[in-house]
């Protein structure tokens, strides 16, 4: 059986298991609404396994050929039937919050290791700044990155290199104004003698790139060796050419199938390998001098945007992977 983890939302998710039920493997989604009811694990020289039991029935990891990890974490009943105001009442809501971590972390580490698989829990959030390193150490050409936390520092940026990039140092986030209800989402912004004025002093930690003036991005789904890569001409808009999910729905981006160079895909080969990624979305651009450069690789990223408009049919790939698994170790 094929246990895959991810939520009711990925559409992505679904096409695999659509292409699962024509091979008519069986298979069993866990989403993040479905709550772990109890369960059982067994630690011994001879073996290592759990049994899960949700409303929907019992799931033993002895069964399980291939894990396809996509998104989410697994979610555990609060036992004899408190609430989560219960414990935190009583003040053992975070302890309790640190042995699910672990226990996440163990079962994770026994689906990741011993059979099949696609994605892995333990890499979801894998370090940017180790991405960055590892690269280097791969002879992948980045983009110069700093991370400071004052406007002197950053000035003097600036001036060796008239424009800075900055964002996130791991991820993304979007936040809301309770009263207005509007949305704000973060994207990658440039700073420059011209609005650096309106930095403050000091501020938190922040990660800088000398801004590279580029060609063209690529946007490239690894899987199991495989780049699946897509050229985007985001800075023909002005809209996207900072940041292409600034999506212009009225003009959008154009977007080709690429051949990417076999030394470059050499190169990213042994970065995932380095990284010990079997998958990932990997944003690279193209300079005008036709160098590439890496920005950073998810672990769990989309794969639709590449597959659909390129014709890759990424994932009916995927459930090949998992439908032919490699001959499994026994848990």
């Known amino acids: 059986m094929i246990l895959i983890r991810s939520n009711e939302a990925d559409l992505s998710t679904r096409e695999v298991i659509d292409y699962l039920i024509k091979k008519k493997t069986k298979y069993c989604k866990l989403n993040d609404s479905d709550k772990i009811i109890s369960y059982t694990i067994q ?3 001879q073996e290592q396994s759990v049994n899960f039991y949700f409303n929907f029935g019992k799931i033993n990891s002895k069964n399980i050929t291939s ?13 004899q039937g408190q609430s989560a105001d219960y414990y935190s009442k009583i003040g053992i809501d975070e302890f309790l919050s640190r042995e699910n971590y672990f226990i996440d972390g163990f079962i994770n580490n026994i689906l990741e ?16 700044l180790r991405q960055l390193t590892e690269a ?17 520092e950053l000035s003097l940026l600036i001036d060796i290199h008239q424009r800075i990039a900055t964002k996130g140092i791991q991820e993304s986030f979007k936040c809301s104004d309770k009263n207005s209800g509007e949305f704000y989402y973060m994207f990658t912004s440039i700073i420059d003698n011209k609005n650096v004025e309106k930095v403050p002093t000091f501020f938190s930690p922040t990660l800088f790139q000398k801004y590279i003036d580029k060609k063209y991005e690529l946007r490239i789904f690894y899987l199991k060796g495989v780049c699946y890569s897509m050229a985007i001409f985001s800075q023909i808009n002005k809209k996207t050419s900072t940041d292409f999910r600034r999506y212009d729905d009225i003009n959008p981006n154009r977007t080709i199938s690429y051949k990417l160079p076999e030394v ?37 990223g989309q794969f639709g945007m590449v597959s659909h408009p390129c014709n890759y049919f990424i994932e009916r790939e995927i459930a090949n992977v998992l439908a032919q698994p490699n001959e499994r170790i026994e848990l």
Do not use: W
């Open 67 to 79: 894990y396809f990890y996509r998104r989410g974490s697994f979610r555990y009943q609060h036992s």
């Open 113 to 128: 290791k011993n059979i099949n698989k696609v994605g892995a829990f333990s890499k979801a959030h894998l370090s940017k």
């Open 264 to 300: 470059e895909s050499k190169k990213i080969h042994k970065l995932m390998q380095v990284l010990k990624l079997d998958t990932g979305s990997i944003d690279m651009l193209v300079t005008k001098e036709n160098q590439f450069v890496f920005l950073e690789v998810n672990p769990d």
């Open 43 to 45: 630690i011994s020289n």
């Open 136 to 152: 280097v150490n791969c002879n992948i050409v980045i983009p110069e990155t700093y991370i400071c936390t004052c406007k002197k």
